[in-house]
C-alpha cells in the first residue's frame, strides 16, 4: 500500500481551510485544489509498503512511546519550492518544538527500518493548491499580501496516525491504518 505517517485535522480547522481555499480560488483557477477533507499534516511519507513492512512501521512507531500534546496554529501562506515557479500553494504551521520533535522522532525511527531520510529540512504546512505547470500566480500574491499574515485557528495534537493512500481519478482517497496517541490520549 501507499502510506505516510501525518497528523489529521479537527472538522472545524477543515472549515476554515475550506473558507480560505474558497476565497482564493479565483485568483488560481488553474491550480488543483487540494479537498479540505483530505489535508493534513504531514510528518514522514513512506511510499509504497509491503504488509509486512506496515507491522513493522506500526511496532516501530509503538515503540516511540507517548508524547506530550501540543497545540499549532495555522498562519501565514506560500509557495513551494517559490513564488516565481510554484509547484504548491500552502498554509503554514506556527512550528512549535513538540511538533519538530515528534517529527524528528518519526524520521529516526522510519530511518532504523529502512527508510530513507528525508534530505530536506521539515517544513511544516498544509497544502492548500497544486499547479501543473511552475509559474508565478500575481493575483494569488497580490490576495495573499492583501490579507497579510491571517490567522486561521488553532488545534490540539493528541495523536497522529499510519494513513494509506489510493490514489484515483476523481483524487487521493485516505484510510487511517493506525493510531498513535499522545500520553494523555
Not at 498562519?75 to 506556527?94: L, N, S, T
Not at 519538530?100 to 492548500?128: C, K, N, W, Y
Not at 493528541?158 to 484510510?175: I, M, V
Amino acid at each position: 500500500m501507499r502510506a505516510f505517517i501525518a497528523i489529521d485535522l479537527p472538522d472545524n480547522i477543515r472549515a476554515a481551510l475550506r473558507h480560505a481555499q474558497t476565497s482564493f480560488r479565483s485568483a488560481a483557477p488553474a491550480a488543483r485544489w487540494t479537498q479540505p477533507e483530505g489535508i493534513h499534516l504531514t510528518l514522514k511519507f513512506l511510499g509504497e509498503v509491503s504488509d509486512r513492512k506496515v507491522a513493522e512501521v506500526c511496532e516501530s512507531l509503538k515503540k516511540l512511546g507517548r508524547f506530550e500534546v501540543f497545540v499549532i496554529g495555522l498562519k501565514g501562506f506560500g509557495f513551494f519550492p517559490d513564488a516565481r515557479r510554484p509547484r504548491v500553494f500552502w498554509i503554514g504551521v506556527e512550528e512549535q518544538p513538540s511538533l519538530s520533535r515528534l517529527a524528528d522522532q518519526v524520521e529516526e525511527a522510519m530511518a532504523g527500518i529502512g527508510f530513507a531520510r528525508e534530505e530536506r529540512a521539515f517544513r511544516p504546512h498544509l497544502t492548500l493548491a497544486r499547479f501543473r505547470v511552475p509559474q508565478p500566480q500575481p493575483a494569488l500574491q497580490a490576495l495573499i499580501a492583501q490579507q497579510g499574515e491571517q490567522a486561521l485557528g488553532n488545534f490540539k495534537v493528541s495523536e497522529f496516525f499510519l494513513f494509506e493512500s489510493k490514489l484515483s481519478p476523481q483524487g487521493a482517497e485516505y484510510r487511517r491504518v493506525e493510531r498513535f496517541p499522545s500520553s494523555n490520549g
